[in-house]
Nanobody, 121 residues
Framework: QVQLVESGGGLVQPGGSLRLSCTVS????????MGWYRQVPGKERAMVAT???????NYTDSVKGRYTISRDNSKKTVHLQMNSLKPEDTAVYYC???????????????WGQGTQVTVSS
């Protein structure tokens, strides 16, 4: 059974930093893309940052220069370093992985349970 477990959310003042982590567990044969999405009430979940197995990363425009995504393939973990946080970054952040696991014939998208990030003074 595949699980994505996130950690690192919380409350931070504007201008502060947080680091989110997500670890994949289960019998995993390969992980293609990993990443982070976020959602605020009344809006659709939106991509924040993604990273492929080779290390190439993609960011939404509003976080470029402030966020850095990284991954450790040996630990099946993805991180999101968030700096210079703004109130508009407040959201539930979801970890995502496109992976191939035991019992599957193809790559499948999996999601974490979400972690709240609140930026407020």
């Amino acid at each position: 059974q595949v699980q994505l477990v996130e950690s690192g959310g919380g409350l931070v003042q504007p201008g502060g930093s947080l680091r989110l982590s997500c670890t994949v567990s289960g019998t995993i044969f390969d992980i293609n893309a990993m990443g982070w999405y976020r959602q605020v009430p009344g809006k659709e979940r939106a991509m924040v940052a993604t990273i492929r197995s080779g290390g190439s990363a993609n960011y939404t425009d509003s976080v470029k220069g402030r966020y850095t995504i990284s991954r450790d393939n040996s630990k099946k973990t993805v991180h999101l370093q968030m700096n210079s946080l703004k109130p508009e970054d407040t959201a539930v952040y979801y970890c995502y992985a496109d992976l191939w696991s035991r019992g599957s014939s193809d790559y499948t998208d999996y999601w974490g349970q979400g972690t709240q990030v609140t930026v407020s003074s």
